[in-house]
């Protein structure tokens, strides 16, 4: 019941943005607040189980990506993609909306960073190994970062963006 009650959340927080309620989760379920507060004591505890389950998939999807077999071009690009799971949830401040203890929204913040530092180490993996142009970290970030966010807020394509962050770190 746990995952369930995360999932749904996930799905009403895709459907809804930032506006939806414990109320919109019972609804969806078809269960009592009751029930939901029997797996998670607060609000708090459930939006960091919220943000961790989405944090936890992403590194997950980027691993399976680097173990795939497909060219270091195409595994870099697709881990940008997955990382803008977890840009959207700092963009739209959902995770300040939710959440209000500092520990947790700390700990949200370092797990964000880390997959940054160890996105950066895998490129560097790939520049050192000849397969991708080297690019100054900083700019890297935020031209990844501009475009991940025109896919997701402007609703551009996909495809265009990915093409571009490819034009950008091919050799």
């Known amino acids: 019941m746990k995952d369930k009650i995360i999932l749904a959340s996930i799905k009403l927080l895709e459907n809804f943005s930032v506006k939806f309620t414990v109320d919109d989760?019972?609804?969806e379920l078809k269960i009592s607040?009751?029930?939901?507060y029997k797996?998670?004591?607060s609000k708090d505890e459930l939006a960091?189980?919220?943000?961790?389950?989405?944090?936890?998939?992403?590194?997950?999807?980027?691993?399976?990506?680097?173990?795939?077999?497909?060219?270091p071009l195409d595994k870099m690009v697709l881990c940008f993609l997955e990382y803008m799971q977890i840009l959207k949830?700092?963009?739209?401040?959902?995770?300040?909306?939710?959440v209000q203890n500092e520990q947790i929204l700390a700990e949200i913040k370092e797990k964000s960073d880390t997959n940054w530092q160890w996105l950066m180490a895998t490129y560097h993996h790939f520049v050192k190994q000849n397969e991708l142009k080297k690019i100054d970290d900083d700019i890297l970030k935020i031209i990844v970062e501009a475009i991940l966010k025109s896919i997701y807020f402007a609703n551009n394509k996909a495809e265009v963006g990915l093409a571009c962050i490819k034009e950008v770190i091919k050799k």
């Open 33 to 36: 607040k009751k029930t939901i």
């Open 25 to 27: 989760i019972k609804n």
């Open 89 to 98: 949830l700092q963009s739209d401040k959902i995770v300040e909306m939710y």
């Open 48 to 71: 960091h189980a919220v943000f961790n389950y989405i944090i936890d998939n992403c590194i997950t999807a980027q691993n399976n990506i680097l173990e795939s077999k497909q060219k």
């Open 39 to 41: 797996y998670f004591e």
